[in-house]
Each structure stands twice: as structure tokens, then as C-alpha cells.
Nanobody
Framework: QVQLVESGGGLVQPGGSLRLSCLAT????????MAWFRQAPGKDREFVAAFRRSGGGGMTYYGDSVKGRFTVSRDTGKNTMYLQMNNLKPEDTAVYYC????????????????????WGRGTQVTVSS
């Protein structure tokens, strides 16, 4: 059973930056496909970014609302995935969740929450002046 622990959330002013981390307790970390989702109060869970393994590395995918501002990466030596968030806006306020799948989804499936078997508990990000 993969366990995921998110960290790095907090309160930041508009235009600021945060880096979220997702630590996975799984020895097969490099074989996992991983993603970030977020959920604001009263809204559906929204796809943010994904890291899909490809050959010896990986490919990254982003939701339209964060493209150009957020960057997903991972460090297999630390079993950790990151989400660097720049130029944050009030509408980025949400609980951010890390998710993983041991399967091999096609790229068009990466943005669906149902693709992922394991989820973290989330970390709150609040963007406000």
C-alpha cells in the first residue's frame, strides 16, 4: 500500500510562490505515474499537473489554468514529487492532493481522478493579501 504525504502548503500573497512536496513510501517510486489535483470549497476536484514515466525519464502535463505558472518534477532518490507554483492567484486557493497509479494510463487519462489508486490527505494553499 502506497502512502503519500504532502507538505509545503501555507498562506501566500498574490504573485508569490510556494513549492509543494509529495513523499511516497514505496520502493517502486520510479515506476509510478503521479499527479497533483486540487479542490476548492464547493468545487469539483481539478487536475493540476502530472508526471508520466517515459523511458528513463518522464513527461509532464498541466491543467490549462496553471500552464506556464506551475512546474511538476520528481526526485527518485528521495521518493518525492514536487509542484513549484509561481505567480499565485487567489483562484489557486484550494487543498492540493498528490495521487499515484502503478498502472500505465494513456496521456488523455491523466487528468481524471479515477485514474489514480492512491491519494494523500492534502495540503492547504491559501492565496490572499
Amino acid at each position: 500500500q502506497v502512502q503519500l504525504v504532502e507538505s509545503g502548503g501555507g498562506l501566500v500573497q498574490p504573485g508569490g510562490s510556494l513549492r509543494l512536496s509529495c513523499l511516497a513510501t514505496d520502493s517502486t517510486f520510479s515506476a509510478l505515474n503521479m499527479a497533483w489535483f486540487r479542490q476548492a470549497p464547493g468545487k469539483d476536484r481539478e487536475f493540476v499537473a502530472a508526471f508520466r514515466r517515459s523511458g528513463g525519464g518522464g513527461m509532464t502535463y498541466y491543467g490549462d489554468s496553471v500552464k506556464g505558472r506551475f512546474t511538476v518534477s520528481r526526485d527518485t532518490g528521495k521518493n518525492t514529487m514536487y509542484l513549484q507554483m509561481n505567480n499565485l492567484k487567489p483562484e489557486d486557493t484550494a487543498v492540493y492532493y498528490c495521487a499515484v497509479t502503478s498502472g500505465s494510463p494513456i496521456s488523455s487519462r491523466l487528468r481524471y481522478a479515477s485514474t489514480y489508486e492512491h491519494w494523500g490527505r492534502g495540503t492547504q494553499v491559501t492565496v490572499s493579501s
